[in-house]
């Protein structure tokens, strides 16, 4: 599903969110329901080009894992600072990715390469990335997952697991936050 870049999302006033955050978002790019259908949708096609093949799921924290029940492994990405991406990602936890050797894996994340890179090493049979959201920026980086749920403009977006400096990640819905709200939470 692609959010065209002059789209003006949906009026604040239309959705339920927290009152903390009153006077710290633009509007809602993307509504809960919209993002819980598009999920399923995601989980069937991967489930069906996949197979009954062994599958682990690495789930990049703390954005969450939304598609299907299976094992899954945790690491945690930082690629940002306050809304600047940073040059060097950090990648915290899965001490023993030994365990993913002769697996498949379906990733769940926003930023890949670095972990891909990391994960190779240990030869898994198949890997496959999932993720929720692909940006459209000026400077691509010719990566593009397996599967994703939307591509939208290049917003620095909130909500829904997503969060700027650990605040936001409550919202049930994808928002685009304000400046108001990038001064209050900035580190």
């Not at 065209?4 to 927290?18: A, I, K, Q, V």
């Amino acid at each position: 599903v692609q959010i065209s870049d002059n789209w003006p999302g949906y009026s604040l006033d239309l959705f339920t969110y927290p009152q903390h955050y009153y006077g710290d978002l633009e509007y809602v790019l993307i509504p809960h329901g919209i993002i819980v259908d598009r999920t399923e949708r995601l989980a069937k096609d991967i489930v069906q080009d996949i197979g009954d093949n062994d599958i682990v799921v690495l789930c990049v924290l703390k954005g969450g894992y939304k598609f299907i029940s299976m094992k899954v492994e945790f690491v945690r990405l930082r690629s940002y600072h306050n809304d600047q991406s940073m040059q060097d990602m950090q990648i915290m936890g899965g001490d023993d990715l030994s365990k993913l050797t002769g697996k498949d894996i379906v990733g769940t994340g926003r930023t890949m390469k670095v972990l891909l890179d990391n994960i190779e090493k240990y030869r898994p049979k198949m890997i496959k990335v999932a993720s929720l959201l692909v940006k459209r920026t000026s400077q691509p980086d010719g990566y593009r997952p397996d599967y994703y749920g939307f591509e939208i403009p290049d917003l620095f977006v909130v909500g829904y697991a997503l969060d700027y400096n650990e605040h936001f990640r409550d919202l049930n819905h994808i928002c685009v936050i304000n400046d108001h709200g990038k001064a209050k939470y900035r580190v």
